[in-house]
């Protein structure tokens, strides 16, 4: 079973004040990027990770087409510490009004 440990902030009973105003912000990142891969630890820590997207800002209107633009990379983050071996991505799956593990294929 995998397991993290995140010790955040400056005191062990950190006050709300500066969690939210100091401590929060700098980490929410990682902390989004680590729940994301709390399903399949071993398998997604490793990527492919999306570095980049954009969507049209318009507001839509049923039926009308939503564009998204990605840029997704196996070795982007494969270096950091570890040298990872990186591959083509194959594709990418995007999911709108709907939650990825409720999707069927």
């Not at 969690?19 to 980490?27: G, R, S, V």
């Not at 318009?58 to 990186?86: C, G, K, M, R, W």
């Amino acid at each position: 079973a995998a397991g993290m440990t995140w010790e955040l902030g400056t005191n062990f009973h950190q006050d709300c004040d500066t969690f939210e105003q100091e401590i929060l912000e700098p980490n929410l990142a990682a902390l989004t990027y680590a729940a994301k891969l709390a399903r399949l630890p071993y398998r997604m820590s490793k990527g492919p990770d999306v570095v980049d997207i954009s969507l049209n800002t318009e507001v839509l209107v049923p039926e009308q087409a939503l564009t998204v633009s990605f840029q997704a990379s196996d070795s982007v983050f494969s270096n950091i510490v570890y040298s990872l071996a990186a591959q083509d991505v194959q594709s990418v799956l995007i999911f709108v009004d709907q939650h990825p593990y409720g999707a069927t294929d």
